[in-house]
Each structure stands twice: as C-alpha cells, then as structure tokens.
C-alpha cells in the first residue's frame, strides 16, 4: 500500500526556519522521482521542488534559493529545509511523486507569522 508520512511542520516567525520530512512507502522509491507540494487556504496545491531519482533539484521560482530538498534512498524519505520563511510560504505540505502522484498523506502544517 501506497503511503506518504510528512512531519516536521509547526508555526514560526518571518525569517525562521524549518525541516520537513517525508517517509514513503508502498512505492519503488529508489527509482522515482520525488516532490514537495503545498495547499495554502484557499488555493489549489502547487509543486515547490522536485528531486530526480539521481537527486538533481528543481525549485519553483518563489522559493528558489531559501529552499532545499534532498533525499536519503535507503531510508526511503525527502527532506525538505527552509530558510528565510515567509507568510507567504503558510500551507499544508504534502511530498508525493512526480508523475502521477496519488494517494495523498494527510500533510504537515506551516505556518508563518509575526
């Protein structure tokens, strides 16, 4: 069975920081590609960045250089590491795959203010 297990969320001031982490299973890990999504209120959930089985990085413009993903094969997780938080950066954040991703986890909060 498919299963996504994101931890590490919680509330935190502009400027702050936090590590996401991500436990998947069910899934052939080692040879997909990876992803960190995001839902904030309101709107619909949009990528973040994205990691190639060979762990090549894509960030989305509006985290580029304050955001860094990663992933450990053997634990089968992705991290996520973000710096210089902003209120914009509040959501649910969700980590799936690439190419079809399914099977949603329930995603871990964050939230950004002063």
């Known amino acids: 069975q498919v299963q996504f297990v994101e931890s590490g969320g919680g509330s935190v001031q502009p400027g702050g920081s936090l590590r996401l982490s991500c436990a998947a299973s069910g899934i052939s890990f080692g040879i997909r590609g990876m992803g960190w999504y995001r839902q904030a209120p309101g709107k619909e959930c949009e990528l973040v960045a994205r990691i190639t089985s060979g762990g090549e990085t894509n960030y989305e413009d509006f985290v580029e250089g304050r955001f860094t993903l990663s992933r450990d094969n053997a634990k089968k997780t992705v991290y996520l590491e973000m710096n210089s938080l902003k209120p914009e950066d509040t959501a649910v954040y969700y980590c799936?795959?690439?190419?079809?991703?399914?099977?949603w986890g329930q995603g871990t909060p964050v939230t950004v203010s002063a």
């Open positions: 799936n795959t690439v190419v079809g991703p399914s099977f």
